[in-house]
Structures are given as structure tokens and as C-alpha cells.
């Protein structure tokens, strides 16, 4: 499956900029521009870059539309494959690609639909990773000779005493071999269920109709769609809650296509009049969320910090996201503390929008543990990407325009001192905050000495 990929910087909280795969992605521009240019019969693209072509039109006709949402729908396997291949090329696009067309799903009425139906049928059967099916005692038949349930007639069923000796080796390998052969008797799954590979080929349908929603949530045409259909947010969710029964790849394709929806997205579509298909609240969602950015894969809590960030900067989603915001602020200085940079992008860009909602946020960081030490650390480091370096200033810019954090940050004054006079880049920004710190009457009783003059 083709993969739409894009470079994501590390800033990026308050931008609506469309997010692609930073973390794991292996497939190059130049790679997939060849293959949708070899899906489209290009005779100029490299024979070392083409694999299987799709005999495809890019601009597809109205039956063609109707033909891949009834592929979708039929349960053929060979149907939805080809649909799914179909909807891959043409869901995937990049700034240089050759093909300089695509189709929004807008012009494809029931198509969002039949692929959610894809998920679900996987997730109908999806189980725990860890699950283990737990042993079953057979009783019916088991005094019977000729019986397929009977466990101790196994032997006496499959074996042959009439055959010579020396031929006893040959024997006792077809023996195991039937014994095996007849495992079926005596497995849970039955005619009507579905073995292994159904459900691996299931689990791939699944994963792949995922890559295509995650393709579609990067086109400005299909926001206003996607945030307003409740099944589509609520597949999202959940997968995203049943992270422990999803494939790895699905929930990635899953948690990108929020951060891309994000800066449209209103929680409150939850607690809405539309028909809702699976039991998803606001508090559950906002749980799913909280429950990536715990994760311990890098790519599931850099992607849930930005997540965050995006969400916050919509006055309506506010009211889910600040009882939990404790736990927010201790996870983003956390990531903090991490040595890849991406990780600290992601939180700086988070902590950047969450800082400036209302003045009990900029109280609750500045008086979180590490959280001023490390933002210090960004800048003095500093980090790859000046964009970062920035913010985590500007965020201590407005922590110090509350009088209650002064105390919080008067320790550091020294460090503040010495990026005024050292980083020219951000000199500015620390002189309005040693001016602040010192300068300022504070509404406390108390007064300390400072390097810079007296609080009063």
C-alpha cells in the first residue's frame, strides 16, 4: 500500500498545516510519484520502481464510483481488494506527483461509509493480542468407538495393528500425521468460523481502508464530512481505546487522521442528536486520547501531544480537556525530559496552545514540577528547530506575566540573565521577562532581593 507522507516541523500547535507520517514512514517521494505515474501507464517511470500496476483511470465516471462502494460492500474478497488498491492510488498524493488529481470523498456518496464497514468487520473479530483460547473438556461421544469427540478414542480410530513390524516407523508418522489432520474435531472453530488467514487477510483490509481515511483527512474538501459524520469519529476513537486488539499500523493511520482533523474538530459532536453506531462520549474520547499520549511508542504520544495542541485551540473543546489538564501539563514536561526531538517538539507545541487558554493553565505549569528547568534546557541547547526554541520562550513569557508565578521563576533568574546576553536570537523576549521578574510590583506581601533590583 502506497503511503501519502509529508514533512512535519516541529512547531506546528496553532497551525492547521496538514500532518504526515514523521515517524516509521519508508516510502519516498520519489518512489510513490513513480508508482502512481507506472499505475497510470507512464512509460517514462523507472522499471526499478514499478510493482504491480493498477489498469486505472484517474478521473474516474459516475459508474466507476458506484462500482467501488458496491466492491466495498459485497464481501468478495477479490472486490474489495481491488477497491481498496483502487482508493489507495487514488487517495494518495504528493506535492511533486505526476498525477496532479485526486478524488475528495465528496464526489463519492456512501464511500466513507463502506469503509468504516470494512473496519468494523475486522473489529468484530479482533481480539486481544495477549488472548489464549482457554481448554474445553469434551464429553459428548466420548464412550462411543466411532466418534469425532470422544479424546480418548483418538488412538483406537487412527491407527492400524495389521501392518508388520519393520514398517513401525512409517507408521507412527502417519499416525501423528492423521492425528493432526483431525485436530478440526476438536478446535472451537467450526465451518462457519474463520481461521487464521481469514482473519490476517481481514486485519489487512482493515489496516489498508485506514490508510485511505488517513489519505482523504489530508484534502481541505473532506474536513467538513469527516468531523460531522459520528460514525467515522467514532471508529476513530475506538480504535484508538482497543489499542491493546488493533494492529500498530491501523492506530498510527487512525491518530494522524485526528491530528489532521483536529483544528475543525468539536468534541461535543459526541453528546449531539445524530445517530450514533458505537457507545462513544466525550469522556471516553477524551480518555482514548489521554491513553496515547501515556503510550510508550514514541510516534502514539508525539502525535496525541499535537493532538492536543490542535484540539485546545477550539474555545468549544476546552471544557472536556481541562479536567484533565493536570495530567496533561505532567506528561508534556515529561516528554520534555526526552532526547528526541521530536518528542520535545511535539510537547513545546502543545504546552504553546494549552499555556495561553486562561490563567489557571499558566498557573498550573509554572508550578509543575521541571517544567521552567526544562523549558530553559530547549533554549539553551538548543533545539534543531528555531521554530521550537521560540515558543518554549514565548511560553515563559506568559508564564511570567502572572504575579503568582514570580516565586516559581525568580530561581532561575540567573539563567534568564545569561540567554539575554549570550542568544541574540531570543534576547528580546528575555529582557521583557527579566523586566517582569524585576521590575513589576508584585501584589505579595513578601519581598526579595534579586539580581536585577528588589520585589517588592
Not at 460492500?73 to 492510488?89: D, F, P
Amino acid at each position: 500500500m502506497q503511503k501519502q507522507t509529508g514533512k512535519s516541523g516541529g512547531g506546528g500547535g496553532s497551525s492547521s498545516v496538514k500532518r504526515g507520517r514523521p515517524f516509521g514512514s519508508t516510502t519516498g517521494s520519489g518512489a510513490a510519484a513513480a508508482a502512481a505515474a507506472a499505475s497510470i501507464g507512464d512509460p517514462a517511470a523507472p522499471a526499478a520502481l514499478v510493482g504491480p500496476s493498477l489498469q486505472l483511470l484517474t478521473a474516474l465516471s459516475d459508474q466507476n464510483n458506484k462500482r467501488i462502494v458496491l466492491a466495498l460492500q459485497s464481501g468478495l474478497k477479490s472486490e474489495i481488494l481491488w477497491a481498496l488498491n483502487a482508493l489507495t492510488v487514488l487517495s494518495f498524493k504528493e506535492k511533486d506527483d505526476l498525477r496532479r488529481d485526486a478524488t475528495p470523498l465528496a464526489k463519492v456518496p456512501g464511500l466513507l461509509d463502506a469503509l468504516l464497514q470494512v473496519i468494523d468487520d475486522w473489529r468484530d473479530i479482533a481480539m486481544p493480542k495477549d488472548h489464549t483460547k482457554p481448554p474445553r473438556a469434551r464429553t459428548l461421544g466420548a464412550n462411543i468407538t466411532l466418534s469425532g469427540f470422544g479424546l480418548e478414542n483418538v488412538e483406537q480410530v487412527y491407527s492400524d495393528t495389521a501392518t508388520p513390524l519393520n514398517d513401525q516407523p512409517k507408521i507412527e508418522d502417519s499416525t501423528i500425521t492423521k492425528k493432526r489432520s483431525a485436530g478440526f474435531l476438536f478446535d472451537e472453530d467450526g465451518l462457519f468460523n474463520i481461521d487464521d488467514e481469514g482473519r490476517t487477510e481481514r486485519q489487512q483490509c482493515a489496516v489498508a481502508a485506514s490508510n485511505i481515511i488517513r489519505n482523504f483527512s489530508f484534502m481541505p474538501e473532506n474536513e467538513t464530512i469527516m468531523v460531522q459524520h459520528r460514525h467515522c469519529l467514532e471508529t476513530v476513537f475506538q480504535c484508538l481505546e482497543d489499542q491493546n486488539a488493533e494492529d500498530d499500523e491501523l492506530i498510527t493511520n487512525m491518530l494522524e487522521t485526528l491530528v489532521n482533523l483536529a483544528p475543525v474538530l468539536d468534541l461535543r459532536i459526541f453528546s449531539s442528536s445524530k445517530p450514533s453506531f458505537i457507545p462513544i462520549t466525550d469522556k471516553s474520547a477524551v480518555h482514548a486520547i489521554m491513553s496515547m499520549l501515556d503510550s510508550s511508542v514514541k510516534a502514539w504520544h508525539c502525535a496525541a501531544a499535537e493532538l492536543i495542541g490542535r484540539l485546545i485551540i477550539n474555545p468549544d473543546n476546552e471544557s472536556f480537556l481541562l479536567p484533565v489538564i493536570s495530567q496533561i501539563y505532567k506528561r508534556l514536561v515529561d516528554l520534555l525530559s526526552v532526547q528526541a526531538f521530536d518528542a520535545q517538539a511535539a510537547a513545546v507545541s502543545a504546552l504553546y496552545n494549552v499555556s495561553e487558554v486562561n490563567m489557571d493553565c499558566r498557573l498550573r505549569l509554572a508550578s509543575e514540577r521541571w517544567a521552567v528547568d526544562r523549558l530553559l534546557k530547549i533554549v539553551k541547547a538548543p533545539h534543531p528547530v528555531t521554530e521550537v526554541c521560540r515558543k518554549a520562550a514565548v511560553i515563559l513569557e506568559s508564564l511570567v506575566s502572572e504575579p503568582q508565578n514570580r516565586m516559581h521563576l525568580l530561581v532561575h533568574e540567573n539563567t534568564f540573565a545569561e540567554i539575554l546576553t549570550s542568544e541574540g536570537k531570543y534576547s528580546d523576549t528575555f529582557a521583557r521577562i527579566l523586566y517582569e521578574l524585576t521590575a513589576r510590583p508584585s501584589n505579595k506581601l513578601t519581598s526579595g532581593q534579586a539580581i536585577w533590583g528588589n520585589i517588592n
